[in-house]
């Protein structure tokens, strides 16, 4: 691979973690759902360009699909249910904006050096992509972590996928069945947390995962 | 001609197979059978079968158990034939790998000399108790709860010792404790029978999980499990000292080893006796066949310390067991701990084999290690024989507790002298096998002067000093169990009642107590016969001792000691014979009539005799302040009172109480605070999973 497609591959998947980031910054809910959609539009150029790059035309099925669905459908979808259950609007967090960027920034490091350093042998494509679809995804799961709000939890949720599929198109060959997988488990999930949420709605008045646990009887 | 040899050994494995799949079989055939008669006519459900209805009063016609056992006689005969002849044919042993288990491995039996002679162990004590059963098996009242789990415990024993792969052993392990523990459980409604199972199972479990770790360890980076690619690629030093304290905590665990010896005195006594026998002569031996397996074959060559702690633990292990058999008041509880009294005594003999070995003292080593074989097969043999016995005097009265038995020696003529000439092998007393064995082993501890460590030359006499007091002792407690159990005069009703057994129980013993009385007057044999298993281990050999005159062993040297069973034996029957004719011949033939000797109470109540615990007294007041930490009370009533006076005992089982206990404690606290992350919230749970994959990214990324 010649240096220029290298430049540009690097270059989006290191948007995918500079919008992963950007997710984690924000502290609305709309705001947070468009950022989402970035991410998933940034997703679908770069699998775009993997697969004008390899020349595997089956990755485009790939783009097509993750920009159908996680950058138009599912976060329209979540806009809906935002507005029609009248979800508070504001994100709550765990710990502060600001030490969960810092968090943020010691996982893409520690990713780097775990995939840097186990992998001497691979492409330098692949290498880069794993690195950062790496950090994608343990960005994703810091922010299911560190949110309170289960719309907020469902976006990380997806955004970890989002890594997982950068990882399935950066490493050559492949298999498209792979890919296909990994966005109909991503749409189960969605439709599943879908439901979960209008339940969560109509029992307690609020998505808000705490009140769960005041139902248990663990919290007063 | 290696090659017929070879084929003769891979037909030895391959019928030994052969016999392994029949007891599999058998296990099948008693689960139908039993199905099948309880479909026909369903027995009525003994909420509460006490032992004392073991006796004579009902006996339940069970025309199944008779032929199982039969069976498993006849195979195991088949197997010993085949052991014996792989043995003395000293065969190097061909290998068949089954299609069986992990696929692409499959599984790999083989017979060596070592193995050979283990299974004539194994088969020897698994013909005795089938024989036994037999008879025994006939007041069996759950035969469903016996009869399967019999031939699947003999079946898993033979696997273990043919087993030649981690996998493979590892299976036949499980089978052969899982097995034993259904035997265990067979009467579980009897108080404590459950406790004991549970406790045998918690036990069988940490001795398994430290056999995992010892064949990781062995097999390391390579990952070849097969005995053989172990025996290729022997572990550095560091590593070898672990898997040593490993396979000492694994195998002593299924062996008895103090302090791992907990379930032992529970769980042989809870079993049926013939299964007892089984689980004391035999399974404990499969134990000791496991350590000499890794250490000796499998471990590659010593260390000079390696020894040290095989011996102390032995000798602690000796003393220890026969201390706490003087204190039990059930009679095979007694057995039990004294089976752990004679695992020490092996693991003593292992030991030093070990020692002379790393100290490249081969013709010492051999010795030791013959002592530790021979001491094994004649273990095997006499406590066999004493289970039998005290299934036989069970069968009688339905009586374990010695302070309820006496006077059985005219209720039960045959039974007692077979019982009293097993005491007098497991105490030592020549020319019986035990003290062949025995004085095998000191006769490798007087040559311990030739080690140069000073470690050793220190702590070796000391061992010596303790089997010794260890000897004492078990004779001791066997003149105790002995004198309780068949002299004076019955302490119950139904002890003073008992019938003598059927033929079978006491044609197993008698068998047993003539192949005691052949290996004590002709050792010499039967240590040419082991010799080829320890001139595999060790790579040399005792001396020939068949080929000397008058049938004596002479272990090292003629001018250092020798022994001749057979002259001991003449003489010891010559001159009690003639002092038995004097006496009858120039004694007084005139009867006299007098009062049997009261002990100074002239009350005739059988209570008036000396008892267990008083037998036990002295040796308690010497040892049992420090051992048990035993305090006596005596409350006497003041004068005029006309109360009884009364001596209590009080007893600590500080292994029990500063082990078991604080481990138990600790496993529940742990339980309890591992409760509260039960009922923790779902983002918990996935701050968990994220630590736990940040923790094991960490790993990559610092190390290397």
């Given at each position: 691979m010649h240096g220029l497609s290298f430049d540009i591959a690097h270059l989006l998947a290191g948007g995918l973690v500079l919008t992963s980031f950007m997710l984690l910054y924000q502290d609305r809910l709309y705001a947070l759902l468009n950022v989402f959609a970035l991410q998933a539009f940034v997703l679908f150029l770069s699998v775009a360009w993997q697969a004008y790059a390899q020349g595997a035309p089956h990755l485009y099925v790939t783009a097509a699909i993750a920009l159908v669905l996680k950058a138009i459908v599912i976060p329209g979808a979540l806009h809906r249910i935002v507005a029609r259950l009248g979800i508070h609007r504001e994100v709550e967090t765990i710990g502060g904006i600001g030490l969960t960027m810092l968090a943020g920034i010691g996982l893409v490091a520690l990713s780097m050096v775990v995939i840097l350093r186990a992998t001497p042998a691979a492409a330098p494509l692949a290498r880069e992509d794993l690195a950062l679809s790496l950090s994608v995804v343990l960005l994703g799961l810091l922010m299911m972590v560190t949110r309170r709000n289960a719309v907020s939890q469902v976006v990380g949720f997806m955004s970890m996928e989002n890594g997982l599929i950068l990882a399935g198109t950066g490493a050559q060959g492949m298999p498209l069945v792979v890919e296909i997988s990994i966005a109909f488990s991503v749409l189960i999930a969605f439709i599943v947390i879908g439901i979960f949420l209008f339940q969560i709605r109509e029992r307690f008045d609020t998505v808000d995962s705490r009140v769960l646990d005041t139902f248990r009887g663990e919290r007063s | 001609m290696p090659s017929a040899v070879g084929a003769l050994s891979a037909t030895a494995t391959v019928i030994t197979l052969w016999c392994v799949v029949g007891f599999l079989a058998m296990a099948f055939m008693a689960v139908a059978a039993c199905v099948l008669c309880r479909l026909r006519d369903p027995l009525p459900i003994v909420s509460s079968p006490d032992v004392s209805s073991l006796a004579n009063g009902a006996q339940p016609q069970h025309n199944g158990t008779p032929f199982i056992y039969g069976l498993c006689a006849f195979v195991s005969l088949l197997i010993l034939a085949a052991a014996l002849a792989s043995l003395l044919s000293g065969a190097g042993g061909g290998e068949v790998v089954l299609p069986l288990g992990l696929p692409f491995v499959g599984a790999h039996f083989r017979i060596d000399s070592l193995a050979a002679f283990f299974l004539i162990v194994v088969n020897l004590g698994g013909f005795g108790a089938s024989l036994y059963g037999i008879g025994y098996g006939r007041h069996e009242h759950e035969p469903a709860r016996v009869l399967p789990f019999f031939p699947a415990f003999l079946a898993g024993m033979n696997l273990v010792v043919m087993a030649h792969d981690a996998f493979t052993f590892l299976f036949a392990w499980e089978l052969m404790s899982l097995a034993s523990w259904a035997l265990v459980m067979a009467h579980h409604r009897q108080p404590g029978n459950a406790r004991a199972g549970f406790v045998y199972l918690v036990m069988a479990v940490l001795g398994t999980l430290m056999l995992f770790l010892t064949f990781g360890l062995l097999a390391g980076t390579v990952g070849d499990y097969s005995f053989s690619a172990i025996r290729a690629h022997p572990v550095s030093t560091p590593l070898a000292g672990a898997v040593l304290g490993l396979a000492l905590l694994g195998t002593g665990s299924k062996a008895g080893l103090v302090p791992?010896?907990?379930?032992?005195?529970?769980?042989?006594?809870?079993?049926?006796?013939?299964?007892?026998?089984?689980?004391?002569?035999?399974?404990?031996?499969?134990?000791?066949?496991?350590?000499?397996?890794?250490?000796?074959?499998?471990?590659?060559?010593?260390?000079?310390?390696?020894?040290?702690?095989?011996?102390?633990?032995?000798?602690?292990?000796?003393?220890?067991?026969?201390?706490?058999?003087?204190?039990?008041?059930?009679?095979?509880?007694?057995?039990?701990?004294?089976?752990?009294?004679n695992i020490g005594v092996i693991f003593v003999g292992l030991g030093l084999a070990l020692a002379f070995k790393a100290n490249a003292l081969p013709v010492a080593a051999a010795l030791a290690l013959t002592a530790g074989l021979f001491h094994i097969f004649n273990h095997a043999l006499f406590k066999s024989v004493l289970f039998f016995g005290a299934g036989a005097v069970l069968t009688a009265t339905g009586l374990r507790r010695l302070d309820l038995l006496g006077g059985l020696i005219h209720r039960l003529p045959v039974t007692a002298p077979l019982f009293l000439a097993a005491c007098l092998a497991i105490s030592a007393l020549p020319p019986l096998n035990g003290f062949a064995s025995e004085w095998l082993i000191f006769q490798s501890i007087l040559l311990s002067p030739q080690l140069p460590q000073w470690g050793m030359k220190l702590l070796v006499p000391t061992v010596g000093a303790l089997l010794a007091l260890a000897a004492a002792l078990a004779a001791a407690c066997f003149v105790r169990v002995f004198g309780i159990v068949f002299l004076g005069r019955p302490r119950s009703a139904v002890a003073s009642e008992a019938r003598e057994v059927d033929r079978w129980s006491l044609g197993a013993m008698t068998g047993g107590v003539g192949l005691c009385l052949l290996a004590g007057i002709l050792p010499g044999v039967f240590i040419d016969g082991m010799a080829p298993a320890v001139a595999a281990l060790i790579g040399a050999r005792m001396p020939p001792q068949t080929s000397l005159q008058w049938l004596s062993i002479v272990p090292v040297a003629e001018s250092r000691s020798s022994y001749n069973g057979l002259l001991v034996f003449l003489f010891s029957a010559l001159s009690a014979g003639l002092a038995a004719w004097a006496i009858r011949r120039f004694g007084s033939h005139v009867t006299r009539r007098a009062p049997v000797w009261d002990c100074g109470f002239p009350d005739p109540s059988p209570v008036t005799q000396y008892s267990a615990a008083s037998f036990a007294q002295p040796i308690r007041r010497v040892f049992g302040g420090l051992v048990f930490g035993a305090r006596e009370r005596v409350e006497m009533p003041a004068p005029g009172d006309l109360a009884a006076a009364k001596i209590s005992v009080t007893r600590h089982d500080f292994i029990w109480e500063g082990i078991y206990e604080p481990v138990t404690r600790m496993v529940l606290l742990a339980a309890s605070v591992f409760d509260r992350t039960q009922a923790l919230t779902i983002r918990h749970y996935l701050g968990f999973v994220f630590l736990a994959l940040i923790g094991l990214l960490m790993v990559p990324a610092l190390w290397s």
């Open positions: - | 791992l010896h907990v379930w032992l005195p529970l769980a042989h006594p809870a079993a049926p006796s013939h299964v007892s026998a089984l689980m004391s002569g035999v399974m404990t031996k499969v134990a000791i066949y496991a350590f000499i397996r890794l250490v000796f074959d499998l471990l590659g060559p010593p260390d000079w310390w390696w020894g040290m702690p095989v011996m102390a633990l032995g000798a602690a292990t000796a003393v220890l067991g026969i201390l706490y058999a003087m204190e039990e008041t059930d009679l095979k509880g007694i057995l039990a701990y004294s089976t752990i009294e």
